[in-house]
């Protein structure tokens, strides 16, 4: 699919409309936020590779976003690195700010599926990989307001992977 983003939006209203992307695991979830309140949201199984920049074409046309902000990890080591490079592509192109948080932020600090039994734990300020004999609920949700989320200052991926 050939991408023309010299498209312009197709409103422009005066409102300050940001993304916030969690492509960690499945399904893959953004949510377009008028002023820090969450107004839209797509939620979709598939590929990150296959189903991100289709998904952020649509929004890019259908409201100016002036900032995005995307789960930088930790979680599908795969998915975060498609995630970040196409965002900070987009970042490029169309002059849109870009802000990373943590995948715990989405989650209310539950475990994080890595791999087999591991989990990513957030301890204090540490995230380590830790052995759960039984599954967790690895669940995650859109705020409904982006007001109280943590917004890192950096947005590169944080790679965290687990000792195999």
Known sequence: ?????????????SHKFELLINSISNPLMIGCYDNGVLIDSIVK???????????????????????MIYANGPGSY?????????????????????KACSA????????????????????KETIITKKLDEPV????????SIEYL?????CVPEYIIPAV
């Not at 715990?104 to 301890?123: D, V």
């Open 45 to 67: 199984e598939g590929k990150t590779s296959d189903i991100l920049l289709p998904i952020l074409y649509e929004l890019l046309k259908k409201y100016d976003i002036t900032r």
């Open 104 to 123: 715990f932020e989405l989650n209310s600090s539950k475990p994080i599926k890595a791999i087999g039994s591991l989990y990513f734990i957030k301890e």
């Open 150 to 154: 943590n917004i890192e200052e950096s």
């Open 137 to 144: 609920d690895n669940s995650f949700e859109l705020p409904h």
């Open 1 to 13: 699919m050939l991408i023309d983003w010299r498209l312009k939006p197709l409103k422009k209203p």
């Open 78 to 98: 795969m998915a975060i690195k498609i995630t970040y490079v196409t965002l900070k592509t987009i970042e490029i192109l169309k002059d849109i700010e870009l």
